[in-house]
T-cell receptor, first 111, second 117 residues
């Protein structure tokens, strides 16, 4: 079974600064997808960014980017210019084809 | 993006009663829907995979007779918690995938908070 590990239960960052959330996973497959989801206090799961394992180029979405290291099975999320609205639980997820979520990282933005 | 709705958003029921939660894909057809359970400050735990027109596939440790899933159409899946007890109190989230492609994005419903008294 695949496992997804988020080693940082909580993180905080000053507004406008940059923060990186860590995620590692374990799999024997070569074709899979990785995701970062955001869950704000409303508890609605929101897709932040996704990465196809066959793509070497790191995905980016505006202020959000990933550092995908396939050999190391690492998939970290970098949030640049942090905003108050970024405060949420962030879940890393692996999919092939069923999805497995990590335990989550609670991100606090300090004004 | 595509929209998935859940109804009700919250429900309170007495112990021993049954509760039905609906999950609908509003603007796409979903061959596959998923049901998750989330305890406070924890991650989402997959309960079962719901396939239209066939029996749901339950994860290990999830009682299929307790959590009845029906995926009667390409836009609707229901989860019925039968003979609910206080330990069933939780946040239940459904998600749906448009079409069959593995890389299709999974869209989540807003969740249903169940409280069993």
């Amino acid at each position: 079974a695949q496992t997804v590990t988020q080693s940082q239960p909580e993180m905080s960052v000053q507004e406008a600064e940059t923060v990186t959330l860590s995620c590692t996973y374990d799999t024997s497959e070569s074709d899979y997808y990785l995701f970062w989801y955001k869950q704000p206090p409303s508890r609605q799961m929101i897709l932040v960014i996704r990465q196809e394992a066959y793509k070497q180029q790191n995905a980016t979405e505006n202020r959000f980017s990933v550092n995908f290291q396939k050999a190391a099975k690492s998939f970290s999320l970098k949030i640049s210019d942090s905003q108050l609205g970024d405060a949420a639980m962030y879940f890393c997820a692996y999919r092939s084809p069923d999805i497995t979520f990590g335990t989550g990282t609670r991100l606090t933005i300090i004004p | 993006g595509a929209v998935v709705s859940q109804h009700p958003s919250w429900v309170i029921c007495k112990s021993g009663t049954s509760v039905k939660i609906e999950c609908r894909s509003l603007d796409f057809q979903a061959t596959t829907m998923f049901w998750y359970r989330q305890f406070p400050k924890q991650s989402l735990m997959l309960m079962a995979t719901s396939n239209e027109g066939s029996k749901a596939t339950y994860e290990q440790g999830v009682e299929k007779d307790k959590f009845l899933i029906n995926h009667a159409s390409l836009t609707l899946s229901t989860l019925t918690v039968t003979s609910a007890h206080p330990e069933d109190s939780s946040f239940y989230i459904c998600s749906a995938i448009p079409g069959l492609a593995r890389n299709n994005e999974q869209f989540f419903g807003p969740g249903t908070r169940l409280t069993v008294l």
